[in-house]
């Protein structure tokens, strides 16, 4: 069954550093996303993308982050300069168009030192 | 503006007895429903999803729930808890199609044999 995969699977960065999280979505979604979990909190909504633009962004997407579909495989999330506050499980999510349903990857732990 | 309330943020049932995990939402527009789990160290999976068809509906590992529109709820049940079933439960809401999912705080289900 098609999955959506992430890498690395735990990233760790001191703060100030600049991370890339990589997800390859399931290969025909045109629809992408990118949320949020702190430890002990709920998922949180960062940023959805479609057609080589986002489509909706959350407060907590600022300029510090950014998204990026480099080649027709891979969904980027970037943070340029990260914080404490940026540890977090972040998942990477694509939909197809024909159930709606969004299909989550496992997941990256971000931990900022 | 949607939003998604879970009543209880521990469950504690015994092997063999009924489930019972409260959701309730809040949407301006019919809404589409979704509840997922996620065991420790692991991504989202989903449960089942309400997209406007049937009321009540039958996901996997024997969970189901029942759309009430007149209630604003989506209630998870199971008639008979495993081991199994030990994990933490977010319902979700979204306004349908590609948009955001908005999900709730999480209910940490405890099965005690």
């Known amino acids: 069954e098609p999955e959506v995969t992430q890498t690395p699977s735990h990233q760790v960065t001191q703060m100030g550093q600049e991370v890339i999280l990589r997800c390859v979505p399931i290969?025909?979604?045109?629809?992408f996303y990118w949320y949020r979990q702190i430890l002990g909190q709920k998922v949180e909504f960062l940023v959805s993308?479609?057609?080589?633009?986002?489509?909706?962004k959350s407060e907590i997407f600022d300029d510090q982050f950014s998204v990026e579909r480099p080649d027709g495989s891979n969904f980027t999330l970037k943070i340029r300069s990260t914080k404490l506050e940026d540890s977090a499980m972040y998942f990477c999510?694509?939909?197809?168009?024909?159930?709606?349903?969004?299909?989550f990857g496992p997941g990256t732990r971000l931990t900022v030192t | 503006a949607q939003s998604v309330t879970q009543l209880g943020s521990h469950v504690s049932v015994s092997e063999g007895a009924l489930v019972l995990l409260r959701c309730n939402y809040s949407?301006?527009?019919?809404?589409?429903l979704f509840w997922y789990v996620q065991y420790p160290n692991q991504g989202l999976q989903l449960l089942l999803k309400?997209?406007?068809?049937?009321?009540l509906v039958k996901g996997i590992n024997g969970f189901e729930a029942e759309f009430k529109k007149s209630e604003t709820s989506f209630h998870l049940t199971k008639p008979s808890a495993h081991m199994s079933d030990a994990a933490e439960y977010f319902c979700?809401?979204?306004?349908?199609?590609?948009?955001?999912?908005?999900f709730g705080t999480g209910t940490k289900l405890q099965v005690i044999p």
């Open positions: 999510a694509s939909t197809g168009t024909s159930d709606y349903e969004q299909y």
């Open positions: 290969s025909n979604h045109l629809y």
């Open positions: 993308f479609y057609n080589n633009e986002i489509s909706e």
């Open positions: 949407s301006s527009v019919p809404p589409y």
């Open positions: 309400y997209t406007s068809a049937a009321t």
């Open positions: 979700a809401v979204s306004s349908g199609g590609y948009q955001k999912v908005t």
